[in-house]
């Protein structure tokens, strides 16, 4: 008998073949411990909450996407959107709050009804979890954006850079969920590997972003005077 088989298999079938083994998908499993290695690599360099924030976000979504790729369960399927809820939340708590002008203990709440309601909509609807995580992450890329047009945020770079990599993530990601290019038996490198790379280095752009998006004041005439 495989080690998760009393377990109810999850919700999300990906390319990657599952094994009969206490880790069912290896390529898939190994390749979370990218999100752990960056989160714990920002934690150590930033100084920004949010940013801290982020690191925090990507290792839960490691330890989570492990657990699910591990197991192959809806348990582990829950850890997984637990950490992706988690980020996708802040996110868009973050971008609403600053657009609305809304006090910290505001998007804090926020941030906590976008996560764990959520996780609760997924607990009487399992596959609404990636649908709302990706409505959360694109609602809160359109405000970003929308708030960097009025001129609310500093270097907007970083977050381009995310985006663009979680852009190029998400079309690898549709290749292999949707088999179009798979390869089964191959538990080295798949698609959905691939998925996990390039997202955990979006996470590191993304706390790069935190890190100096409030826009700096110009100098007052008291600290810099005009000559008499």
């Known amino acids: 008998m495989c080690p998760w088989s009393s377990f109810e298999a999850g919700s999300i079938a990906f390319c990657e073949a599952r094994e009969c083994a206490w880790v069912v998908e290896p390529s898939n499993a190994w390749s979370s411990v990218a999100y752990v290695l960056v989160g714990l690599w920002v934690w150590r360099r930033t100084t920004?909450?949010?940013?801290?924030?982020?690191?925090?976000?990507?290792?839960?979504?490691?330890?989570?996407?492990?657990?699910?790729?591990a197991t192959g369960t809806f348990v582990g399927e829950l850890v997984d959107l637990l950490g992706m809820l988690l980020l996708s939340g802040l996110m868009l708590s973050q971008a609403w709050g600053r657009a609305a002008g809304s006090s910290a203990t505001a998007v804090a709440v926020r941030w906590g009804v976008l996560t764990l309601g959520g996780l609760g909509v997924v607990l009487l609807v399992k596959p609404a979890g990636i649908p709302l995580f990706a409505g959360q992450l694109l609602t809160a890329v359109g405000l970003e954006?929308?708030?960097?047009?009025?001129?609310?945020?500093?270097?907007?770079?970083?977050?381009?850079?995310?985006?663009?990599?979680?852009?190029?993530?998400?079309?690898?990601?549709?290749?292999?969920?949707?088999?179009?290019?798979c390869a089964p038996d191959n538990h080295l490198v798949?698609?959905?590997?691939?998925?996990?790379?390039?997202?955990?280095?979006?996470?590191?752009?993304?706390?790069a972003f935190y890190q100096t998006r409030v826009v700096r004041p110009e100098p007052t005439a008291l600290l810099n005077p005009e000559p008499a």
């Open 190 to 207: 798949t698609g959905h590997a691939v998925w996990h790379v390039l997202n955990a280095l979006a996470l590191s752009r993304l706390a």
């Open 145 to 181: 954006l929308w708030l960097h047009r009025r001129g609310q945020t500093g270097n907007v770079t970083p977050f381009l850079q995310a985006l663009a990599l979680t852009t190029t993530a998400f079309g690898v990601w549709v290749l292999d969920v949707t088999h179009l290019v």
């Open 48 to 69: 920004h909450p949010l940013s801290k924030h982020v690191a925090l976000a990507a290792v839960l979504i490691g330890l989570g996407s492990f657990a699910f790729h």
